[in-house]
């Protein structure tokens, strides 16, 4: 049972366009999201997260939105650059317990293209 | 640079034997997990400690068992490595409170044959 979805397992955007990469979720005590890049070869590295308490969250060029209703988050990079290619995953950690257990999605890959 | 080195890089092991993967942090964090990453999953958690001998399970920890002797060092063993066991193993920190983000080592690609 796949509690945190990212339906498109790849995407193409052009240099300089905007990439939009999406994730769903179906745990309702999730409270905490983070996105996190990985290159070939090496590990998970964060970018940004988002508190339920908020539906924005804002660093340089990449921007996470929270739809609690829609049980949807999304993140926005703009401009996007050839060094932004890599799979990027969504992960959630409930509200309950303190360990910070993270569930992940399954990653999207993401090409930027000259 | 989180301070997370795993050893080995990469392994080939033959079913039925057994495989300890090691995490060492230099930084002296509480919290530390192990993940593995497949292909149509993501990473799933296997086992997480919260400090030295407090371990618990994730959401696949059958067939693994972990060890925290020291703070510094958190091992993951496969008792007998099976096919299904074939992945790429990432340790990682978290480096400050609750919903801090999780810090991961550059992984273990372990393939059992």
């Known amino acids: 049972d796949q509690q945190v979805k990212q339906n498109s397992p790849s995407l193409s955007v052009q240099e300089g366009r905007i990439s939009i990469l999406n994730c769903d979720y179906t745990?309702?005590?999730?409270?905490?999201f983070l996105w996190y890049k990985k290159y070939p070869a090496e590990g998970p590295t964060f970018l940004i997260s988002?508190?339920?308490?908020?539906d924005k969250n804002e660093d340089g060029r990449f921007t996470v939105f929270l739809n609690k209703s829609a049980k949807h988050l999304s993140l926005h990079i703009v401009p996007s650059q050839p060094g932004d290619s890599a799979v990027y995953f969504c992960a959630a950690v409930p509200n309950t317990g303190t360990a910070s257990k993270l569930t992940f999605g399954t990653g999207t890959r993401l090409q930027v293209t000259l | 640079d989180a301070g997370i080195t795993q050893s080995p890089r990469h392994k080939v092991t033959e079913t039925g034997t057994p495989v300890t993967l090691r995490c060492h942090q230099t930084?002296?964090?509480?919290?530390m997990y192990w993940y593995r990453q497949d292909p149509g999953h993501g990473l799933r958690l296997i086992h997480y400690?919260?400090?030295?001998?407090?371990?618990d399970k994730g959401e696949v920890s059958d067939g693994y068992s972990v060890s925290r002797s020291k703070t510094e060092d958190f091992l993951l063993t496969l008792e007998s490595a099976t096919s299904s066991q074939t992945s790429v193993y990432f340790c990682?920190?978290?480096?400050?409170?609750?919903?801090?983000?999780?810090?991961f080592g550059n992984g273990t690609r372990l393939t059992v044959t």
């Open positions: 745990n309702s005590m999730f409270d905490y």
């Open positions: 990682a920190i978290r480096q400050g409170d609750y919903n801090s983000p999780l810090h």
């Open positions: 400690s919260y400090g030295v001998k407090d371990t």
């Open positions: 988002i508190s339920s308490i908020k």
């Open positions: 930084e002296n964090h509480r919290y």
